[in-house]
């Protein structure tokens, strides 16, 4: 089977959308498919470049950047530029994908789209199969063109949207690279001594400057706390001001957007993982944070608390709630026999549930039964 996978952001800004359709394709690939990918790059530069894949990549202006900068302001006027800017990158990009794959593209078996289901439906329309996945759950815009497509996909909170929705997605979980996420020979067990580490976007919705408020109340009590934030984007030089303004930056490292080996060896050398987001629809690198044998420090919103209550994979805090965030630090800081116990126990629950070859062979599946 010959499937096309087609990713705005995988050649601009790597987030938890990009690393599924990468590590799924990968999957496929093992399995005896023939990959490729289009994507997404700025007008004047290739920041990720994807060379494991026959790639086309279609050049089209960021305006997204914008939308992630002040998509929080408190004024309306500046919101609507942002969705609006959004709005345009999007169809730019759809236009020139929909243009190359007509004139060009004339043996893909299936497309898969992520979240930009007017390509899938347009697609579709022209005689293709293409099918949307949902890294968020749909908007009423995105269910009206997703019953155009072939078909849909997603997983977590996106799954439970789209049912809410009137659709009918497949349910294709995510899945983790065990033999690189994998938990050191041994780590530090000192009580007192911990260091937390966050992966993702720096980007308004990821809450650093919640996270950065909770360390530091955390670290007033323990000062031997330390913190890794993993990644890049926007928010990162506000972030990085922050830090040096609260007199941390002793206690706080930067390295940069990281993956592979470069990723998995930060989570090896981190004893819990925080992710404290207004809003995850799922979380891969919290899977990965699992699968290294990390405990984690996970906001009540979205699809995390599932990783608690049915996984019994740490503990949940408010967001906003910098006390809290403060006390669950300091807790697990000063227990480390706990974080070792729980630790054990997420690496066996990504084993037993979470395998990327089993969720390819599902997704298989499913588009054999498109065609």
Known sequence: MKITFINRMMGILRGGGECFDLNMARALQRLGAQVRFVVGRRVFGLDCPLEEFETHYIRSPYLRGFEYRHGNSRYRVVRSIG????????????????????????DTDVFQVCALAEVAARLTEAGRKAVVRFPGPPTPTMAAWTRRCSGCFTHGASYEGALQMGLKPALIVAGCDMD???????????????????????????????????????????PELTLTIVGDGNCLPVIRRKVEGLGLSGAVEFPGFLSGRALADQYRAADCFTLVSQYESFSLVALEAMSSG????????????RFIEDHQAGTLVKPGDVAGLADAMVWWAEHPEARAATGCRNRATVEKHFSWDASARKLLTFYESLL
């Open 294 to 305: 990390l405990p984690l420090i996970l906001s009540q919103v979205g699809h995390l608390p």
């Open 180 to 222: 690189l996420f994998h938990p050191p020979e041994k780590r530090s067990g000192r009580a007192g001594q911990c260091r937390f580490i966050f992966v993702g976007r720096c980007i308004p919705v990821k809450n650093l400057d919640f996270l950065v408020d909770g360390f530091a109340a955390a670290r007033r009590r323990l």
């Open 83 to 106: 969705m609006r800017a959004r709005r345009k990158d999007d169809l730019w990009f759809g236009r020139r994908v929909i243009s190359h794959i007509l004139a060009r593209d004339r």
